[in-house]
């Protein structure tokens, strides 16, 4: 036998995941700037703008302190943990104990992923959007569970019906999955969906993981609500929270789950038996960031805005018919007829340089749709749609 006949496989978990339409994306733009293409690349949702200086200065005075040099504890540094029950409760009216209710996590996606790992296996479901943040529905099918996809449609606002799930994809779930206001349709939900949602887990005995990631980046005046301004959701649900967005933090890789103290308990196990916790550093920054949450995130919502505004006035004046997203950092359009998504987003590099991503990457309800990441200033996102314009790019 070779040598190489001898290596063993990957494990299905990772052999049988759908490929990876972001990875096809960077091949394109590689192709593109191989031939000397300057592309405006409005693919992926990384944060352009830096972290606030007083959260830096806050992260750098504690990294000299050699006392939080070692292990970081499992659960969060005492003042990173109330910083964040103070933000529950200031922002959302909800009361939430330190010591049992919250998790100090490395960031959302992680958050995601070892919760599906707690509750999610080969004997189990999961009700998963059928338009989703990859690691959503990923996480899902790497723990073995069974994913049953919950349409999302325009016609419904992007919410899911659940009036719809079938009987037998129920009787297996123990996990449903919701992340509102959503990536990448920019749909929000009001206190009325989750009380839906909360009463539709209680009945059916599920784990309800809703996903706050842009809980600040709304607008219009809308806020978004937490799950735990329902009563009983507590009995249910876990909230995962993240400082990426809302405090341009992704690469300090911190945010909290709150909620239940026996999924915390089981969310915790996974996290410990996998890794140690958050640099205690990086816990101090983000709890610096939750004790000015109201006055640091005021500018980002707005900086957003008028992102927003620009893109949609923008393609308003290319025939588009859009709604204005009320949240997130995404603008969500259809594809013009006669193209795929990943044939619509290869057009627009081929013909303006312009980079989106296909709906497709989101999951089965995506295909028909491209996003618009408002990772850009306003000029840069104008010039976008200048090079669409001078390209005969129009919605037909
Ligand atoms: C809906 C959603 N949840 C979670 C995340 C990841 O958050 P974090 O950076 O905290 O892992 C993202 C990032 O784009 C997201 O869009």
């Known amino acids: 036998m070779s040598a190489t006949s001898e290596r063993p496989a990957p494990t299905t978990r990772v052999t049988a995941l759908p490929p990876y339409v972001f990875a096809w994306l960077d091949e394109l733009k590689a192709t593109a700037r ?35 040099h070692g292990y970081p504890s499992f659960r969060g540094d005492e003042r990173f943990l109330n910083a964040a029950a103070g933000f529950m409760q200031r922002r959302f009216g909800v009361t939430v104990d330190p010591a049992r209710e919250l998790l100090c ?7 995601i992923a070892q919760t599906s790992m707690a509750f999610a296996d080969e004997t189990s479901g999961s009700l998963v959007p059928d ?20 349409p999302l449609t325009a016609a419904r606002g992007f919410l899911p019906d659940f009036s719809a799930v079938p009987v037998a994809a129920l009787q297996r779930a123990k996990l449903l999955l919701l992340n509102y206001p959503h990536n990448p349709t920019g749909a929000v939900a009001t206190h009325a969906f989750f009380e839906d949602a909360v009463a539709f887990a209680r009945r059916h005995g599920l784990v309800l993981l809703s996903d706050l990631a842009y809980s600040e980046l709304t607008f219009d005046g809308f806020v978004a609500p937490s799950v735990f301004e329902i009563a009983g959701a507590k009995e249910v649900a876990v909230e995962v929270h993240s400082t990426s967005k809302s405090f341009n933090m992704a690469g300090s890789r911190i945010g909290f789950a709150a909620g239940n103290a026996d999924v915390i308990d089981a969310l915790m196990a996974v996290r410990n038996n996998m890794g140690y916790g958050t640099p205690v550093a990086i816990q ?31 393609l308003r004046s290319l025939g588009w018919e859009l709604e204005s997203p009320r949240g997130t950092m995404f603008v ?41 990441s408002l990772v850009a200033d306003d000029a840069r996102l104008a010039g976008a749609v200048d090079r669409l314009r001078r390209a005969g790019v129009s919605y037909r």
């Open 131 to 150: 338009i989703y943040y990859p690691v959503h529905g990923r996480a899902t099918l790497m723990s073995g569970s069974h994913t049953h996809w919950m």
């Open 34 to 68: 191989a031939r000397g293409a300057e592309l405006i690349d409005l693919g992926i949702g990384n944060p352009d703008r830096p972290t606030p200086p007083a959260v830096i200065d806050a992260i750098q005075q504690a990294w000299a302190d050699p006392r939080v």
């Open 105 to 111: 996590v490395s960031g959302g996606k992680e958050a």
């Open 332 to 372: 969500w359009a259809r594809v013009p007829v006669g193209f795929s998504s990943q044939e619509w987003t290869q057009h627009l590099i081929d013909v303006a340089g312009v980079v989106v991503a296909p709906g497709n990457a989101f999951g089965p309800g995506g295909e028909g749709y491209f996003r618009v």
């Open 284 to 314: 101090r920054g983000a709890a610096y960031a939750f004790e000015h949450a109201e006055v640091l995130t005021r500018d980002v919502a707005a900086t957003y805005q008028a992102r927003r505004d620009v893109v949609i006035a923008g």
